[in-house]
């Protein structure tokens, strides 16, 4: 990403794209350059405010004889290895939905998400490495557990996806326009509850793009 005066140039591996503002709501700052040619250099140091951790999910399919729902559970439960317990207590998380899955249309998809694994450097993460066994047996004793509560039952988890979650150290969301150079936005942190937090924060960044004038506010992107 090379910032101008006026503009920025993003090199997105095949293409470029010319952008009059960029706003990074990115959960981490894997894979991201930041160059910038109108002005002062980019001050890194807040980005380790927004420290990488992989969140896990598996989901397998039932018969679709139950509604859709969504849950949280607080089981009491031993946390994975590697858990990071300063970000509260282990919990997980499940929805069911009817999901079409080669041509049938008559089971649910059950998916289940709450391992999660602290990453020192969010850099080192790659969305293609491989899903580790002992996240499958963590969720598989939770459903057993809590769930689908059959113990001789074996589960198939079709699907095993991970990601990276941004979150800041005191929770709260960092927005706002980059101090060395305004093209650049942030909308940071994911912080577990996403959807009126980043309400809040396009709102504001909507607001700042109009030419709003705003005060201080808790947001707001530390300047040194």
Not at 142 to 148: A, L, Q
Not at 165 to 181: C, F, H, K, Q, S
Request: charged residues 20%.
């Amino acid at each position: 990403m090379i910032l101008k005066k006026t503009g920025a140039l993003l090199d997105a591996s095949e293409h470029e794209i010319m952008a009059g503002h960029v706003i990074l709501c990115t959960n981490g700052f894997a894979g991201v350059t930041i160059i910038n040619e109108g002005g002062l250099g980019i001050n890194a140091k807040f980005h380790h405010l927004i420290h990488g951790t992989v969140g896990y999910m598996s989901g397998y399919l039932e018969t679709m004889n139950k509604p859709p729902i969504a849950v949280s559970y607080f089981p009491q439960m031993p946390a994975m290895t590697g858990y990071d317990e300063e970000s509260g207590d282990p919990y997980y998380y499940l929805t069911r939905r009817p999901y079409e899955y080669e041509g049938t249309r008559d089971v649910n998809l059950i998916s289940i998400g709450g391992p999660e694994l602290r990453l020192e450097d969010a850099s080192v993460y790659g969305s293609d490495s491989e899903y580790p066994d002992d996240v499958i047996s963590t969720i598989d004793a939770f459903v057993k557990k809590t769930y689908d509560t059959d113990p001789n039952k074996k589960i198939d988890y079709v699907f095993t996806w991970h990601g990276l979650m941004g979150y800041t150290r005191n929770g709260v969301r960092l927005i706002g326009a980059e101090p060395a150079n305004g093209v650049l936005m942030y909308n940071l942190g994911c912080n577990g509850v996403g959807i009126l937090p980043s309400i809040c924060g396009s709102k504001r960044i909507a607001r700042l793009l109009a030419g709003e004038t705003l005060g201080p506010s808790i947001f707001d992107i530390p300047q040194s």
